[in-house]
């Protein structure tokens, strides 16, 4: 079974700094990879997914995750923090099976921004 | 385009009381999902619904039944509440296109069972 590892579950930075969040999956077959926002008192919104094409992945505002097999990592990264920027942040994990795509879902990160 | 919707957003009920939360989706979506969000351990799937008429057990079904409605419909309901089953609850949808499915979640039914 899949499961994923998020390392951290609160960081902080300064406005302006590199973002840096953690993740780390299992996987039995190369994976699926997603990063989700939840911004405060809303649902999840996706930033970006791996899809076993290009291991640097893009997302919006700015934020792209770097694939590397080796490591079994998928982080998520941003050069500038902006303030709002501060949400939680959950890296999941796809599996398929005969009924569809599940997610597993790591235990979050909440990224505060410092003015 | 409302994409998911979810009523009610908040609600208190009392150990052994009942309740059903509603989901729907505008998207035509074939999958929907219940998920629970406790701090700490991410979200974790309830039950899910594969196509319209189709549902399954996700990680954590004990205390809660589902029913798929018509394709844009997706009830979660507590039979008898517990304090255990106090949490956020979401609901989801995806589109099994490219087979790769992007989930398409609702704003939450935040729940306190006292």
């Known amino acids: 079974a899949q499961s994923v590892t998020q390392l951290g579950s609160h960081v902080s930075v300064s406005e302006g700094a590199l973002v840096l969040l953690r993740c780390n999956y299992s996987s039995s077959v190369p994976p699926y990879l997603f990063w989700y926002v939840q911004y405060p008192n809303q649902g999840l919104q996706l930033l970006l997914k791996?899809?076993?094409?290009?291991?640097l992945v893009k997302g919006i505002n700015g934020f792209e995750a770097e694939f590397k097999k080796s490591e079994t990592s998928f982080h998520l990264t941003k050069p500038s923090a902006h303030m709002s920027d501060a949400a939680e942040y959950f890296c999941a994990v796809s599996s398929w099976n005969n009924a569809g795509n599940m997610l597993t879902f790591g235990g979050g990160t909440r990224l505060m921004v410092k003015p | 385009n409302a994409g998911v919707t979810q009523t009610p957003k908040f609600q208190v009920l009392k150990t052994g009381q009942s309740m059903t939360l509603q989901c729907a989706q505008d998207?035509?979506?074939?999958?929907m999902y219940w998920y629970r969000q406790d701090p700490g351990m991410g979200l974790r799937l309830i039950y899910y619904?594969?196509?319209?008429?189709?549902?399954d057990k996700g990680e954590v079904p004990n205390g809660y039944n589902v029913s798929r409605l018509n394709k844009r419909e997706f009830s979660l309901r507590l039979e008898s509440a517990a304090p255990s089953q106090t949490s956020v609850y979401f609901c989801a949808s995806s589109d099994r296109a490219g087979g790769l499915d992007t989930q398409y979640f609702g704003p939450g039914t935040r729940l306190t069972v006292l």
């Open positions: 619904s594969a196509s319209e008429g189709t549902t």
């Open positions: 998207m035509n979506h074939n999958s």
């Open positions: 791996y899809t076993s094409a290009a291991t």
